[in-house]
């Protein structure tokens, strides 16, 4: 193992459930048709999208970045502490410069034997950067997985010991259901000793708010346009990204920083592959992203909900941004949760096929029992 060259160590899995043009269609179709227009925010990240995320990491005003990798360097030994052998498994873990600084506190052991697993869309960047972690790491092994890691994946191995992460606060865009189900959906991958490290962006004041989503260089305005690109190129549309102005704010209410597109003028757009035609006047918005912020208290309730503990929880001394090291609940009410969820999808199951049977159309949503 120890002289084992680059290759024998490098395993890249899928693509598995990557987006289908299909469902992509579905979302946008969706989004572009809704009273409130949206383009899922997970859209933005193409090749060109991908490459100004990481710009918008190193901007002044974007501190999340910054703390959480701060935070992580006080914490890491005391995270990897007796992890020595077992899996590192992170989630959309792009360029995976993060994740080194866990790693550099496991290798100053020689025993270690861990092994990383990225899971990420995008092939090219996975490829990239296992590769370099290799070379930096002569011990390591990687698996990457290229996949959704928002969707079910199949291929991630269970017989080792997990530690999962979920860096950048990534989890605040989703909105709090799907952030439950997705919580809950990487519980039911772990074993009680097995725990998940998670990144969250705290609630702050306005002003420190809003800057970090709207730079003085504009590199979040052309992120932000360049998920219209990917529109345009994936379904024939012709939207005018100077026909639309960067518009990013802080809903207190919500507790939210939302990323809109907002029409400077009349808009007439063609979208070809979805035979649509789209009109907006000038002022309206399309939301592209939200990214919600956490109080102590709010995240305790999302955590417990979905179906974890609290390990330990590691803050910058102005608890902007925070980690939480969290492990699975294993108490009696989780368990009666799950139940609960299984005979409700069997419920579900059953009526759809009765639905079918009587040649009903399908309900969107159930409410109440069934
Ligand atoms: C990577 C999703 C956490 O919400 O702050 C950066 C993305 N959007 N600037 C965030 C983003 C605008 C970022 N996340």
């Known amino acids: 193992m120890y002289n084992a060259s680059s290759t024998d160590r490098i395993e890249i899995v899928g693509p598995t459930n990557v987006t289908s043009m299909n469902e992509f269609r579905r979302d946008i179709l969706k989004g572009l048709t809704a009273s409130q227009k949206f383009i899922p925010s997970k859209y933005f990240y193409d090749a060109c999208g991908s490459n100004l995320f990481e710009k918008i990491c190193l901007l002044p005003e974007y501190y999340l970045t910054r703390m959480e990798l701060s935070i992580l360097k006080d914490s890491a030994s005391a995270i990897m502490e007796n992890f020595q052998g077992g899996d590192l498994i992170e989630l959309g873990s792009g360029a995976s410069w993060k994740v080194k600084t ?5 290798y100053q052991s020689s025993l270690i034997d861990i092994r990383y697993i990225p899971i990420d869309v995008n092939e090219l960047v996975l490829k990239e950067a296992s590769k370099e972690l290799l070379s930096e790491y002569p011990h390591l092994k990687v698996l990457g997985i290229v996949a959704d890691f928002t969707k079910k994946i199949e291929k991630i191995p269970t017989e080792r010991e997990k530690l999962f992460i979920l860096f950048g606060s990534t989890i605040g865009n989703f909105h709090e259901k799907e952030a439950i189900t997705f919580l809950r959906n990487i519980a039911q991958l772990m074993e009680p000793n097995d725990r998940f490290l998670l990144g969250l962006d705290m609630v702050k004041p306005r002003e420190v708010l809003e800057p970090a989503y709207n730079d003085t260089q504009g590199v979040t305005s052309e992120f932000n346009k360049n998920i219209l690109s990917v529109v345009n190129r994936k379904l024939d549309a012709n939207f005018h990204l100077d026909h639309f102005d960067h518009y990013a704010f802080f809903d207190s209410e919500k507790s939210q920083m939302e990323m809109h597109l907002r029409a400077n003028c009349k808009i007439a757009a063609e979208i070809k592959g ?34 974890f503990v609290i390990k330990r929880w590691f803050f910058d001394p102005n608890q902007w941004f925070s980690l939480i090291e969290l492990t699975r609940s294993t108490s009696d009410l989780w368990k009666r949760h799950l139940n609960d969820q299984l005979t409700q999808r069997r419920a579900r199951k059953e009526n759809l096929r009765k639905c079918k049977f009587a040649n009903m159309k399908r309900p969107v949503r159930m409410h109440g029992k069934v």
Not at 102 to 106: D, E, R, T
Not at 286 to 307: D, L, N, Q, V
């Open 102 to 106: 866990l790693l550099n506190v496991a």
């Open 274 to 307: 979805l035979n649509l035609h789209i009109t907006m006047e000038k002022g309206e918005t399309i939301r592209t992203e939200i990214s919600r912020k956490f109080t102590i208290r709010r995240a305790e309730a999302m955590i417990a909900e979905a179906g």
